[in-house]
């Protein structure tokens, strides 16, 4: 019954790991898009640089993806070889997971505002895109942090409970 | 409706903003020597001004009209600019049957109702096949022209009606410029009807059925305080719209200039707006501003007035 639960609450920890940010990117990348394809349709040529503005947000959705897979890799769940993890063992896991799983969601709707404002930047001052790029560039800091530290708690996590 | 949902209508307005006139620009039309030059230099401009000045520049805002329709997610959503000219088209009409004058050349573009329609309506006397929004004041600005010919107060009814209703939507509306610029442009009518209201000696129970409340002073604290134009000035001053009543004090037509100019600034303020339809409500009223800086201009330029005159009548622009 203990590795029962362990378990459900690991995998419950990947899939929000990988859905929540997903979900964020895929918000964020449609919030940018339609900007990015108003400015298209009234001057092609600028297709490159809000292009870069849209897969901004996308990152995280791979950043999630990455806990996910290291999630299933480091628990064994992957292989199959499962140690007998206790229930409490299984929801320290799942609580390794939800910084990339909560900053990832909100970090890629937020980078999608400013990146869709950057779109307008690009709209009225194309030579002004790399400013338009910095800016929402910079939300990501929050999701490398969060991915850093759901890395460090899953593989801490997983040493001590093999040791 | 959610404001990311204006997101690309946005974008593709930030593109038509950068092809609108700037003040600097502006100035080297003034400074053309005649009409022909100045139609030469904004021809460089991208004004193809061929078919004559006025016909272009109403050309001009039928495309920006239909660009908007275009690309807007709902186009009721533009209805805060689009009725006060359904309203002004209902006194054109009612004046031309009350009159036997034709509406040629009257009716206010663009309109949530197509003129001719409620042309129809009006001269068959068919009120209840009115839109809602302008049946009560049909009525009422009827009554007073057929029974009193008192064009002035059918007028304002049908003023203060389109007032309230502006008012009215933009409550409904849940957006803060659109209820802003409702507030303000009741604010600006109720100050120039009152104006005239003075001028013309008229009474308090005419300026009661003429103007209406706002957030910027009460119905009532207006009237009380217009009974003479000294007076006014002062309760002017005491509001937040103090440089109205400068503008007044110089004349009718320094307020116009002030009116404009007031709207222009308080949507030049959402300019940086990313989301909602605000950056919409900017661009169709700078496009309107840039269309009547030009014919300013160019009216000013056949007739030879010099270039400190037009610049004084030139309106704030938005970019």
Redesign the interface.
């Known amino acids: 019954m203990g590795n029962s639960l362990a378990i459900f609450f690991i995998v419950f920890g990947a899939v929000l790991a990988a859905g929540l940010p997903g979900m964020g990117s895929a918000r964020g990348t449609s919030l940018v898009g339609q900007a990015a394809a108003g400015v298209v349709s009234e001057d092609p040529s600028k297709f490159g640089k809000v292009l870069i503005l849209q897969v901004l947000p996308a990152t995280q959705g791979l950043y999630g993806l990455l806990i996910a897979i290291l999630t299933l890799s480091f628990t064994g769940l992957m292989g199959g070889q499962i140690p007998p993890y206790t229930w409490q063992q299984g929801l320290a896991f799942m609580a390794a997971d939800l910084p990339m799983a909560v900053v990832g969601y909100f970090s890629a709707l937020h980078q999608a505002k400013a990146a869709a404002a950057g779109v307008g930047i690009v709209a009225k001052k194309p030579n002004e895109s790399g400013k338009a790029i910095t800016f929402a560039a910079l939300v990501e800091t929050y999701a490398i942090l969060a991915l850093l530290i759901s890395v460090l708690c899953l593989n801490g996590l997983a040493s001590t409970f093999r040791a | 409706m959610k404001d990311?949902e204006y997101?690309?209508?946005?974008?593709?307005?930030?593109?038509?903003?950068?092809k609108l006139l700037t003040e600097s620009e502006l100035n080297t039309v003034i400074a053309a020597k005649s009409h022909e030059e100045a139609v030469r230099r904004l021809r460089e401009k991208g004004y193809d001004l061929t078919d004559g000045d006025a016909e272009a520049l109403d050309k001009k805002l039928r495309e920006t009209w239909e660009l908007l329709q275009s690309?807007l997610p709902d186009e009721r959503q533009m209805d805060a600019v689009l009725i006060k000219n359904d309203f002004h088209n209902l006194k054109v009409i009612l004046k031309a049957l009350v009159n036997e004058k034709s509406t040629d050349g009257l009716f206010r573009f663009p309109s949530k109702y197509d003129p001719e329609e409620l042309k129809a309506l009006v001269f068959a006397r068919q009120n209840d096949k009115l839109p809602p929004e302008l049946q009560h004041c049909d009525r009422s600005a009827y009554n007073i022209l057929t029974k009193t010919r008192f064009a002035q107060l059918g007028d304002s009814v049908i003023d203060r009606a389109a007032m309230e209703w502006s008012i009215d939507y933009a409550k409904k509306a849940d957006d803060p410029m659109i209820e802003k610029l409702a507030q303000l442009q009741a604010a600006l009518t109720d100050i120039k009807v009152i104006y005239r209201c003075i001028l013309t000696g008229k009474a308090d129970s005419f300026k009661k059925r003429a103007v209406c409340d706002c957030s910027y002073f009460s119905k009532q604290t207006l009237i009380d305080a217009a009974q003479t134009l000294n007076d006014f000035f002062a309760f002017l001053a005491s509001t937040p719209l103090q440089n109205a009543g400068r503008a007044l004090e110089e004349s009718p037509a320094v307020f116009e200039k002030y009116a404009d100019d007031a709207v222009t600034e308080l949507l030049t303020a959402g300019k940086s707006e990313?989301?909602g339809i605000t950056p919409l409500l900017g661009y169709w009223f700078a496009v309107n501003t840039e269309i009547l800086n030009l014919r300013i201009i160019l009216s000013g330029k056949a007739t030879g007035q010099s270039d400190e005159i037009i610049r004084e009548r030139m309106r704030k622009t938005y970019v």
Do not use: K, L, M, P
Not at chain 2, 7 to 18: D, F, G, L, P, Q
């Open positions: 990311s997101t690309y209508a946005v974008a593709r307005i930030r593109v038509h903003e950068t690309i990313i989301f």
